[in-house]
C-alpha cells in the first residue's frame, strides 16, 4: 500500500468529495461505528500511471494530473460518496450505505472506465495514462475492523485484482477469528451441500400493484446447516463466487425453481419466475445452453423466466454481455436490470441491452411515501422506465403507505416484506391462490355494486 503524502494531496481545486487522507480515515471510522444502514464499502485505486518514472525523476507540479482524476472520479460518484489521494500512485474511497457488495462492483467498473482514457494536462509533455486496478474492502454486519484494517485489504485486492480480466476484486472483511473460523466451516460445507441438494428455494411474491394479484415470484437461495443455523444467502454468493461454485449453485436454484413452477402449473397456477444471475455466471458461454435445457426439461415457457442482471455484469465485458443478452432474449426469456438507480446507473443500457425490466433499488423505495427527493427518483425511473417499454419492479415495500405511493407513481410490480417474504414454495403457492381469490372475489363484488 502506498504510502500517505498529504503535501501531495493539498487540493488546488475544490471538490466536494475530496478530503484528505487522514480525513477519509475518520469517515470511514464513523461509517463503521454507524453500520446498521447498510454496507460501507472502501475502495482502494491502485493507478499504475505512465509517468511514474518522470514523476520520481523531475518531480513535476503533479497537481492537475490529479485534478483532472478527481474530477473523473466526481462524475461517477454519488453525493455521499468520499475519496482521498494517498499518493500519486493511490486513490482510497469509502462508499457508504451499499445494500451489496455488487453496488461496489459496479461503482469500480464504471471508475475505471472514466480513469481508463487518457488524460492530457499542460504539466506533462505526453498524455498521461491510467491502468487502473481496484480493490475494495467491506465488513458485514455486527463486525467492526478499523479503517486501516479496511484499506489494507482493499490495498491487497487492488495489487491482486491487476491480474484479472477485470481488474476489480471485492473482499470481505471478518474482524474476528471466530467468525473467519465459521466462515472456513461454511465453505467447506457448502460444496457437500450442494451435492446432498441440502439447499432450498424459497420464493418472495411479486404483486401487480393494478390489481394486487400475485403474478411471479423472485427465486431465491436459503440454507440451514445441520446444526440449525441458517446461513446468510449474501455469504453463500460470496462463497460460491470465490471457491468457483457459483454455476453449480446457479444450476441448483434455476432446477429447484422451474421444478416448483411445473408442479403448480399441473395444479393451474401459471407463475412467472425471476432468478439471479451474478457477474461471474452471466460471462459463462454455457448459460444460454443451461437455461434452454432447464426450461425444455420442466416444460416451462421461456417468457415465464425473468434473469436478473446486475449492472456489474453488463459492465464487466459489454461487448460480451451484449452477445450474452441477445442469446438469453432469443430464447424467449426476458432480462432485468437489478438495482437501477443507485447513482452509479448509466442510461445508455437501457439503450444498448435488450432488456425487458428495471428493478428500482430499495434505497429509493422505502422513502418514497416520506421524501420528497425519493418520490422524484422513483417517479422520474418509472417514466424512463416506460420510455423504453419496460415494466416496472420496486423491492422493499416495508409498509401499505410505500406501496400506495407506487400505485400512485405508476409502478408495475412489488415486492418487500410487506406483502410477504420469501416463503417455502407450499407456503408461497398457497399465499398466491389465497390472495388472487380475494382479488377477484373484490373486484366481482365492486362490479355488482357499480
Known amino acids: 500500500m502506498a504510502s500517505s503524502r498529504p503535501d501531495e494531496a493539498a487540493a488546488s481545486v475544490p471538490r466536494a468529495r475530496e478530503r484528505s487522507a487522514a480525513q477519509l480515515l475518520g469517515d470511514i471510522e464513523t461509517a463503521i461505528a454507524h453500520g446498521d444502514t447498510g454496507r460501507d464499502v472502501v475502495l482502494v485505486i491502485a493507478l499504475n500511471r505512465s509517468d511514474r518514472i518522470d514523476a520520481l525523476t523531475r518531480a513535476p507540479d503533479d497537481r492537475p494530473v490529479l485534478d483532472e482524476i478527481g474530477r473523473r472520479m ?13 499518493s500519486r500512485e493511490e486513490a482510497w474511497l469509502l462508499l457508504p450505505r451499499l ?39 467491506w465488513a458485514p454486519a455486527g463486525s467492526h ?5 479496511l484499506v489494507g485489504v482493499a490495498a491487497e485486492a487492488a495489487a491482486q485484482s491487476l491480474g484479472r480480466e477485470d481488474h476489480v476484486r471485492i473482499l470481505r472483511v471478518n474482524d474476528d477469528h471466530a467468525s473467519g473460523l465459521r466462515r472456513h466451516e461454511i465453505e467447506r460445507d457448502l460444496h457437500d451441500a450442494l451435492e446432498r441438494n441440502e ?3 424459497h420464493f418472495q411474491p411479486q404483486i401487480d400493484l393494478r390489481d394486487g394479484r400475485c403474478v411471479s415470484a423472485e427465486a431465491l437461495v436459503r440454507w440451514r446447516r445441520s446444526d440449525g443455523r441458517a446461513v446468510d444467502p449474501s ?5 460460491a463466487e470465490e471457491r468457483g461454485l457459483i454455476l453449480a449453485l446457479t444450476r441448483f436454484t434455476m432446477n429447484a425453481a422451474l421444478r416448483h413452477a ?55 465485458n459489454e461487448r460480451r454481455a451484449i452477445a450474452m443478452a441477445g442469446e438469453l432474449r432469443a430464447l424467449g426469456c426476458r432480462l432485468s436490470i437489478d438495482d437501477f438507480g ?39 425511473l418509472v417514466e424512463l422506465a416506460h420510455a423504453f417499454e419496460l415494466t416496472t419492479v420496486a423491492e422493499g415495500v416495508e409498509n401499505a403507505f410505500i406501496e400506495a405511493a407506487l400505485r400512485e407513481l405508476g409502478c408495475d410490480l412489488a415486492q418487500g416484506f410487506h406483502l410477504s417474504p420469501a416463503l417455502p414454495p407450499d407456503d408461497f403457492i398457497e ?15 365492486s362490479r355488482a355494486t357499480r
Open 199 to 201: 439447499l432450498e428455494v
Open 431 to 445: 399465499w398466491c391462490a389465497n390472495r388472487n381469490a380475494a382479488r377477484a372475489f373484490t373486484a366481482s363484488g
Open 235 to 239: 455469504t453463500i454468493a460470496s462463497i
Open 99 to 137: 445494500t451489496s457488495e455488487a453496488l461496489a462492483e459496479l461503482a469500480s467498473h464504471s471508475l475505471i472506465q472514466s480513469l481508463s482514457a487518457p488524460l492530457r494536462v499542460s504539466s506533462a509533455p505526453l498524455p498521461v495514462r491510467l491502468r487502473p486496478s481496484i480493490g475494495g474492502a
Open 145 to 149: 475492523p478499523d479503517a486501516m484494517t
Open 342 to 380: 443507485t447513482g452509479y446507473s448509466s442510461l445508455s443500457y437501457l439503450q444498448r441491452f435488450p432488456l425487458d425490466e428495471l428493478k428500482i433499488d430499495r434505497s429509493f423505495v422505502q422513502s418514497v411515501a416520506s421524501e420528497r427527493d425519493d418520490r422524484r427518483i422513483v417517479r422520474a
Open 262 to 316: 411445473a408442479k403448480w402449473k399441473k395444479q393451474g397456477f401459471d407463475v412467472s419466475l425471476a432468478l439471479n444471475l451474478s457477474a461471474i455466471t452471466f460471462g459463462e458461454a454455457t448459460l444460454p445452453q443451461l437455461v434452454a435445457q432447464k426450461l425444455a426439461i420442466w416444460g416451462i415457457e421461456p417468457s415465464r423466466l425473468t434473469l436478473e442482471l446486475t449492472e456489474s455484469a453488463l459492465i464487466r
Open 74 to 86: 466526481e462524475s461517477v460518484l454519488r453525493p455521499a460518496d468520499r475519496y482521498a489521494f494517498a
